[in-house]
């Protein structure tokens, strides 16, 4: 029994010797064999606290960006409608600077919409006082067109680039530097419409003299608009001698995008 006892004894000493010499191949050959699983696990496991931080945070960042947004919208509101009183008053006090010499009784009007043939909603109606064909200008007292539909709280209005619209205009060219121009009978012609934001000058006739740049008012004779509004600039000329009449194109001072308010001519031709 004391042989094997020392044999045993012998084989657990070889046995811990060998174990000790040989570790760090053993370890090296297990973390070799281990390390692609090591990796993969760690990465997954670093990816998923990633993403999971991620939506705790992300639900955190959602929550404080709704605020923030709610709050960044309530401020752009009230600057908005600041803004929105503050242009009213403005277009409310150069409208009646403008037309103070003229006698005209206005209703201002916000635009509601704008449709493509040349037709503009705005909002006021029969309730405010508005009729059929009052003319419509805006604060520096170019015309936009006239009313043409009338409810009890709103109203349409035909654009002067409506295809059904045509107007009676003079011709004046305000940089006059020829001695005896100022006598010079105004050009008469008609502005007619052509859809969208379009216009442009017709029967126009051939003896006429007209230039690129001049500017095109309103005349007053079919009592139709107001006199001496504005409408727009000439910016070419159509013109054929083996024809009585020229044309030309017109670039239209009226601006439907960057205007808020309108003014109706209430008292118009009754004035």
Same mark, same amino acid.
Request: hydrophobic letters at 40%.
């Given at each position: 029994?004391?042989?094997?006892?020392?044999?045993?004894?012998?084989?657990?000493?070889?046995?811990?010797?060998?174990?000790?010499?040989?570790?760090?191949?053993?370890?090296?050959y297990f973390y070799s064999v281990s390390s692609?699983?090591?990796?993969?696990?760690?990465?997954?496991?670093?990816?998923?606290?990633?993403?999971?931080?991620?939506? #705790?945070?992300?639900?955190?960042?959602? &929550?404080? %960006?709704?605020? +923030?947004?709610? !709050?960044?919208? @309530?401020?752009?509101?009230?600057?908005?409608?600041?803004?929105? #009183?503050?242009?009213?008053?403005?277009? &409310?006090? %150069?409208?009646? +600077?403008?037309? !103070?010499?003229? @006698?005209?009784?206005?209703?201002?009007?916000?635009?509601?919409?704008?449709?493509?043939?040349?037709?503009?909603?705005?909002?006021?109606?029969?309730?405010?006082?508005?009729?059929?064909?009052?003319?419509?200008?805006?604060?520096?007292?170019?015309?936009?067109?006239?009313?043409?539909?009338?409810?009890?709280?709103?109203?349409?209005?035909?654009?002067?680039?409506?295809?059904?619209?045509?107007?009676?205009?003079?011709?004046?060219?305000?940089?006059?530097?020829?001695?005896?121009?100022?006598n010079k009978m105004p050009v008469q012609a008609?502005?007619?419409?052509?859809?969208?934001?379009?216009?442009?000058?017709?029967?126009?006739?051939?003896?006429?003299?007209?230039?690129?740049?001049?500017?095109?008012?309103?005349?007053?004779?079919?009592?139709?608009?107001?006199?001496?509004?504005?409408?727009?600039?000439?910016?070419?000329?159509?013109?054929?001698?083996q024809k009585p009449f020229q044309q030309a194109?017109?670039?239209?001072?009226?601006?439907?995008?960057?205007?808020?308010?309108?003014?109706?001519?209430?008292?118009?031709?009754?004035?």
């Amino acid at each position: 029994s004391w042989k094997r006892f020392f044999a045993g004894l012998i084989v657990l000493l070889i046995l811990i010797f060998s174990l000790n010499f040989f570790s760090p191949q053993i370890k090296n050959y297990f973390y070799s064999v281990s390390s692609p699983f090591q990796k993969t696990f760690w990465s997954i496991g670093k990816n998923s606290s990633g993403f999971i931080a991620s939506l #705790i945070n992300s639900g955190s960042n959602w &929550q404080e %960006n709704e605020i +923030l947004k709610k !709050e960044n919208q @309530n401020l752009l509101a009230k600057i908005a409608y600041l803004e929105s #009183i503050a242009n009213a008053n403005q277009a &409310q006090t %150069n409208i009646s +600077l403008a037309c !103070e010499d003229k @006698n005209f009784d206005l209703s201002m009007a916000g635009i509601m919409g704008f449709e493509e043939q040349g037709i503009v909603l705005i909002d006021k109606g029969s309730e405010n006082g508005i009729s059929k064909d009052m003319p419509v200008i805006n604060q520096q007292n170019v015309l936009f067109g006239k009313v043409f539909e009338v409810y009890k709280n709103f109203s349409k209005v035909m654009l002067i680039s409506n295809k059904d619209s045509v107007i009676n205009v003079e011709v004046s060219d305000f940089d006059v530097t020829d001695e005896g121009q100022e006598n010079k009978m105004p050009v008469q012609a008609l502005l007619k419409g052509n859809g969208g934001t379009e216009v442009y000058l017709d029967l126009v006739p051939i003896n006429e003299e007209i230039k690129e740049g001049d500017t095109l008012i309103t005349s007053s004779l079919e009592k139709v608009f107001p006199k001496d509004l504005l409408v727009g600039t000439i910016s070419k000329i159509q013109k054929n001698d083996q024809k009585p009449f020229q044309q030309a194109s017109v670039n239209p001072f009226f601006d439907v995008k960057s205007s808020d308010y309108l003014f109706v001519i209430t008292n118009y031709p009754e004035i």
